[in-house]
């Protein structure tokens, strides 16, 4: 590993844990698979609002499988995009009954094969409920991964395996919830926090352009 991405990892671990911690609030493995096809284009803070009454009514694989489109897209209208999330969970839960013996299966390929799941939200739950070294590659870890110069790529896949070849297996789970933090704390989209930031000496977009002009590119 590159004496760099060493110290950015070690600052990383120094200012946030370093124990894993899901943002989605869930107790069975399809409740964090549901959540997370609700997280697309929403927060998880709106998402976890939603499902605390959304589990309670649907409490169950089979419950989701069996429910009726319309009402469900009601139920999770918040979280947006909630014709094709309502149409994806029921088809993705009748899939799991019928071909998974209703249990959330593990392998990339299986998890990809059901609808609204994609490499993301594959990754969460292979890291989340089965452990597995995954790296996620959200909209915080997309934009401070450019950033931080681990990738000049835009497409998520690609990404993905460009982390997993800069990146330890030992930070691959840990460094999205790490990036997330520090993406809410002082990385944001626009007008980052640069005067603040621990990882500006790091930060390509700083040395390149400077805070101000950092600022105005994202304004």
């Not at 014709?83 to 009954?97: E, G, R, T, V």
């Not at 691959?172 to 919830?177: E, G, K, R």
Request: aromatic letters at 10%.
């Amino acid at each position: 590993m590159k004496k760099r991405t060493r110290e950015i990892l070690d600052l990383l671990d120094e200012k946030y844990t370093t124990e894993y911690k899901c943002y989605l609030n869930h107790e069975k493995p399809w409740q964090l698979l549901i959540a997370t096809i609700l997280s697309a284009q929403c927060t998880d803070a709106r998402v976890n609002i939603v499902t605390k009454d959304l589990f309670q009514k649907y409490d169950s694989i089979k419950a989701f499988a069996d429910a009726d489109i319309k009402e469900l897209e009601q139920d999770i209208k918040p979280t947006g995009f909630y014709h094709n999330k309502a149409k994806n969970i029921i088809l993705c839960c009748q899939k799991l009954l019928l071909e998974f013996h209703g249990e959330v299966p593990r392998s990339i390929e299986e998890l990809t094969s059901l609808a609204g799941v994609g490499r993301k939200t594959a990754n969460v739950i292979r890291g989340n409920i089965y452990h597995e070294p995954s790296i996620v590659v959200d909209t915080h870890v997309k934009r401070i991964s450019k950033r931080l110069g681990f990738t000049k790529e835009d497409d998520p896949e690609k990404i993905e395996f460009e982390l997993m070849k800069v990146l330890p297996k030992d930070h691959w789970i840990l460094y999205n919830i790490q990036i997330i933090t520090f993406g809410r704390e002082i990385c944001f989209a626009r007008s980052p926090r640069c005067e603040a930031c621990f990882l500006q000496s790091y930060c390509t977009e700083y040395k390149k352009m400077g805070s101000k002009k950092l600022r105005k590119k994202e304004e």
